[in-house]
């Protein structure tokens, strides 16, 4: 997929907090992301196969360049627990050029095979429990 804009906000969630802490954990590690926000519980209503479906989910939103996104994009529905996960881009298109400076040094499509863990101030941040 070609995008019009160098970065990108991706969105999706995740079935609860455990999970999605792993999710963001595993994507920084990987440098698909530079930084991934773990937000509050919120409640999704969808339709699903026919049914009026209601449940709690965790949003992520993940920083990240669009040189990551088939990377990304490939790492999640990999390791999603989900049949069906939202895996949404949305164009940065405006802001601040030192963040997006920021963006492009932190993020790197080839080590996420390579698993190149970059140094994080907390140990217990990088690994919140079971790996993804």
Request: hydrophobic share 45%.
């Amino acid at each position: 997929m070609a995008f019009d804009a160098d970065f990108l906000l991706v969105l999706t969630t995740l079935p609860d907090a455990q999970s999605a802490r792993q999710m963001a954990a595993a994507l920084v590690e990987r440098r698909l992301a530079a930084c991934v926000h773990v937000l509050a519980r919120c409640r999704s209503v969808f339709l699903w196969k026919g049914n009026l479906e209601e449940t709690d989910e965790i949003p992520l939103h993940i920083k990240t360049s669009a040189k990551c996104y088939a990377a990304l994009e490939a790492f999640i529905r990999k390791n999603h627990p989900y049949e069906l996960p939202e895996i949404v881009a949305l164009p940065l298109t405006n802001g601040l050029p030192a963040y997006f400076h920021w963006l492009e040094t932190e993020t790197n499509e080839s080590d996420a095979e390579k698993h190149v863990p970059r140094k994080v101030l907390d140990p217990a941040l990088a690994h919140p429990g079971k790996a993804v």
